[in-house]
């Protein structure tokens, strides 16, 4: 591992200006900024206590800023991450963590499923959880993981939230999906934050996790890359896929009949150094799901 590193920390002089130009390209759009609504109630679902910060931490920030009431609920407990430690005492460590980033991206309250970390799919209980907290509290906005990404429980949780939105009475939230290994191909990107003023708080969220043995400049780099979607100047944008709640329970219903093996199809964005393979490998692939499930979505057959 550290041979690899120092392999790839090499490689950075010359990688990472040319993934920065490819990067321009690949993500050259001119589209309408989502305006972020004040004094909404804002569920996240995150498998993993870091997802929330590494997807939409700025745009959470934003949320706060405005008076909405962000609520984070947490799939897994954790214990299962890169690190150095041991399973129970990495949860404990990653739960403290989250105590930091909760003022720093304004989150006002925190719930913990505690599910064993990599076995989501295995606990239907979930759906009931989810349900429980969407009629609870009465969210105007969900934030989940996509359907298509290289970690099972990322898209376990997107089926999960799907089946508690059968069990819910008198509640129909937006939802939006929200990449973190596996990026959208931008055209699948149909609701764009600014999170110029708020990349700041996201970098200091994601300096606090120092728990996992793994780099995080990719997610970042991806945001300030993310900029260039915008049709006005910005310096960072967070990107997402947005559906009613019906669109996106037909999409879960079809997907789950495709035998994807994503985790070996994908590869995580989370090094700059190692940007340009994970946003290209099985691009095509990736691309044609999406086609197949958003027929209807501007641009996506671009």
């Avoid at 969220?205 to 995080?216: K, L, M, N, P, Y």
């Avoid at 692939?285 to 641009?299: C, E, M, N, T």
Wanted: hydrophobic content about 40%; proline content about 6%; charged content about 25%.
């Amino acid at each position: 591992m550290m041979m690899k590193d120092t392999l790839l920390k090499s490689a950075e002089p010359v990688v990472v200006p040319v993934t920065r130009l490819v990067m321009k390209k690949h993500y050259q759009n001119s589209q309408k900024l989502t305006d972020v609504v004040p004094n909404q109630n804002v569920l996240v679902l995150a498998p993993h206590m870091d997802d929330e910060t590494i997807g939409l931490g700025g745009t959470i920030r934003r949320h706060a800023n405005t008076g909405s009431k962000v609520t984070c609920l947490f799939i897994t407990d954790g214990g299962q991450s890169v690190s150095r430690l041991p399973g129970e005492e990495l949860s404990t460590v990653r739960k403290a963590e989250i105590n930091q980033i909760q003022p720093i991206l304004g989150i006002n309250q925190v719930s913990y499923c505690d599910l064993p970390d990599g076995h989501v799919r295995d606990r239907p209980e979930l759906s009931g959880i989810i349900a429980e907290h969407i009629q609870r509290l009465q969210p105007d906005i969900i934030y989940a993981t996509t359907f298509v990404d290289a970690h099972p429980d990322h898209v376990a949780t997107a089926e999960a939230l799907a089946d508690s939105l059968e069990q819910v009475d008198n509640v129909d939230p937006v939802i939006r999906l929200y990449e973190i290994n596996c990026p959208f191909p931008p055209a699948a990107i149909n609701c764009l934050i600014d999170i110029s003023e708020t990349l700041p708080a996201k970098h200091q969220a994601i300096d606090v996790f120092q728990s996992q043995a793994i780099a995080f400049d990719g997610f970042l780099e991806l945001n300030r890359m993310k900029a260039h979607l915008a049709e006005n100047a910005i310096d960072a944008a967070e990107g997402f896929l947005q559906l009613s709640s019906r669109e996106f329970q037909k999409i879960i219903e079809a997907v789950r009949k495709e035998p994807y093996d994503y985790p070996r199809l994908f590869k995580q964005a989370n090094r700059t150094v190692t940007l340009l393979w994970a946003i290209y490998k099985n691009n095509r692939l990736k691309k044609r799901i999406y086609q197949q499930h958003l027929p209807s979505h501007p641009g996506i057959h671009r």
